[in-house]
């Protein structure tokens, strides 16, 4: 572990998902930024929590920003020089969305125009042919013209469905939001709930995530690894000491116990001793004491 990295890069403004990989890299790297082939995509992977997708995305930000020089192999055995001092704020991080397969964007299209799109036979006016009738029947007729309707199968076109209006937004509260979050960054959902709830929704800031990171890389854990434990105590937040007070070993702690239990009872038998020693009573009879040789003058 480089201490003179990690500090270079603590105060960093950038986005918290990224951040937590260049402190993985910075604790690999050598006083000189340079990782060598301890840093491989598996390890990555293991002490961030982060997907594939997302090792990839934060690497690429990283290299984009000048804050990180990639050499070497395929991915698996790449080697990284940390470079702080190359670093570019107006090079924002932006994670990588999935966007719909093309056949659904297409089929999506489809419906859509034959759904809401005017039907040909609307424009289109049928003419009542009166040839064959006398004059004076066609004057007593009244004859209209007939528009067909856009929807045949409805019948009339007064009928026809009314258009849908869009669901409204649901808000997203800060207790899920920082659910989402979390989840984003590798931790179980079932946890993250928990702990927001322990933390009464309260909003999961970029410095509550960095504080976060920096006490689980104390306490030698994953950040989901500190999220499950203080979610399973009901505790709003985490400390490295903590945890590691709650990690030792319960022998230790029975054993402390009984010594201390022996050397009460040990102490309470010598004051008992020392104080009945001197509580012999003598219940002998005693004779009692005569005076002789007492006369009258």
Not at 6 to 28: A, G, H
Not at 98 to 114: H, L, M, Y
Not at 255 to 267: D, K, V
Request: aromatic share 6%; glycine share 6%.
């Amino acid at each position: 572990m480089s201490n003179k990295i990690v500090n270079e890069i603590r105060r960093l403004p950038i986005e918290s998902t990224p951040k937590m990989l260049l402190w993985v890299i910075s604790d690999i790297a050598d006083d000189d930024g340079n990782t060598s082939w301890y840093a491989p995509r598996s390890r990555l992977m293991e002490e961030t929590g982060y997907s594939r997708t997302t090792i990839a995305s934060c690497l690429s930000y990283l290299k984009e920003c000048g804050i990180l020089n990639i050499t070497g192999g395929n991915g698996r055995l790449n080697q990284y020089l940390v470079t702080p001092q190359n670093f570019n704020p107006s090079i924002k991080y932006e994670p990588k969305k999935q966007s719909k397969p093309v056949s659904e964007v297409d089929q999506s299209a489809k419906q859509t125009s034959q759904l809401g799109g005017p039907h040909q036979s609307a424009t289109l006016t049928t003419l009542v042919n009166l040839a064959t009738k006398p004059v004076s029947e066609v004057d007593t007729i009244h004859h209209s013209i007939i528009y067909p309707s856009v929807n045949p199968s409805l019948g009339d076109s007064e009928n026809a469905p009314k258009a849908k209006t869009e669901p409204k937004v649901k808000r997203v509260t800060k207790k899920q939001a920082g659910i989402n979050r979390l989840v984003e960054l590798g931790c179980e959902e079932k946890y993250a709930h928990d702990w927001m709830v322990a933390r009464k929704g309260a909003e999961l800031t970029d410095s509550v995530i960095e504080n976060l990171t920096e006490q689980a890389h104390k306490a030698n854990i994953t950040l989901a690894m500190a999220v499950q434990w203080s979610a399973k105590k009901g505790y709003q937040g985490f400390k490295a000491d903590w945890y590691l007070k709650d990690q030792q070993p319960q022998q230790v702690r029975n054993a402390n116990y009984q010594s201390s239990h022996q050397q009460t009872i040990s102490e309470q038998a010598k004051w008992d001793k020392f104080l009945n020693q001197n509580q012999i009573w003598d219940v002998t009879p005693k004779k009692p004491l005569l005076i002789e040789g007492v006369g009258h003058a």
